[in-house]
């Protein structure tokens, strides 16, 4: 005779499944079964090199340089399809196409001169992240006087299956003016 919960909300009072046999009649639950099989273990990732942390850093420079010139390929170039933005004062923007209609419209308005820092680049496996600093200028494209830009960055990237590293998560915020 197999045991099985069966219903829900049966006919006992506190509202809880019902032990029955197969044949339908009450019955005490059987014992638990055992837990399923871990799946077998992923193989383990290549230790991180120093060429990681270079091509990490190399992604940064690349979108910066991109976004120095305004060339919106070169940015879609260091997103993953997948990637979220996370602005000041703004909306959460979520994959690369919505991200790149963002840039197109920043670069609408004025055009980009930065440079950033990289303070800390750690790479995990396949994974990694860079924290630094970007300063710069907004130049308007309407005449205004130039904007200073003086913000602090986490990146987070993925190394892709062909070894490139692309932009996953990108956080940033604005330092205080006496930086």
């Given at each position: ?31 638990p079964?055992?837990?399923p ?65 963002r ?20 790479v ?45 998560h ?10």
């Amino acid at each position: 005779m197999t045991l099985a919960l069966v219903g829900c909300g049966g006919d006992r009072p506190d509202g809880l499944p019902t032990a029955t046999s197969s044949d339908g009649a009450p019955g005490a639950a059987a014992p638990p079964a055992a837990p399923p099989a871990a799946p077998p273990a992923a193989p383990p990732a290549a230790p991180p090199t120093s060429d990681d942390a270079s091509r990490v850093r190399a992604v940064l420079d690349a979108l910066m340089a991109a976004v120095n010139a305004g060339d919106l390929e070169g940015v879609a170039a260091c997103y993953a399809a997948d990637a979220i933005l996370m602005p000041p004062d703004g909306p959460v923007v979520e994959g690369r196409e919505t991200i790149l209609d963002r840039y197109r419209a920043g670069f609408e308005r004025f055009r980009m001169e930065v440079s950033s820092t990289s303070i800390e680049v750690a790479v995990m496996g396949g994974r990694a992240y860079d924290r630094g600093e970007t300063q710069g200028w907004f130049h308007w494209h309407d005449g205004r006087p130039p904007a200073r830009l003086s913000d602090k960055y986490l990146m987070l990237l993925e190394r892709g299956p062909q070894g490139a590293w692309r932009v996953t998560h990108l956080i940033w915020s604005r330092l205080p003016e006496e930086f």
